[in-house]
């Protein structure tokens, strides 16, 4: 069973940066299409950022130009680089497969905040 750790969170001004990483145990993280997901109090579970096996990038509107997913296939790491930061980026940070399809880990809390 691959588990995720997710790490990087933290609080930040509006206009900061941070830059999440996600840690995949075993060795079949390279063949999966990988995804940055978050959540914030209240609402559901909502698609950022995705990452083909070979670097082929997808991001939701509402971060294009602001966030960039990228990933380590030796490392079996996943990143997502953050700038621009803005307060209704606040959310609980996880990373999955595309299609969820592995056991969600314990995230990591992004707050934006003056």
């Known amino acids: 069973q691959v588990q995720l750790v997710e790490s990087g969170g933290g609080l930040v001004q509006p206009g900061g940066s941070l830059r999440l990483s996600c840690a995949a145990s075993g060795s079949v993280f390279s063949r999966f299409r990988m995804g940055w997901y978050r959540q914030a109090p209240g609402k559901q579970r909502e698609l950022v950022a995705t990452?083909?096996?070979?670097?082929?990038?997808n991001y939701a509107d509402s971060v294009k130009g602001r966030f960039t997913i990228s990933r380590d296939n030796a490392k079996n790491t996943l990143y997502l680089q953050m700038n621009s930061l803005k307060p209704e980026d606040t959310a609980v940070y996880y990373c999955n497969t595309a299609i969820q399809s592995l056991r969600w880990g314990q995230g990591t809390q992004v707050t934006v905040s003056s």
């Open positions: 990452c083909t096996s070979d670097g082929t990038t």
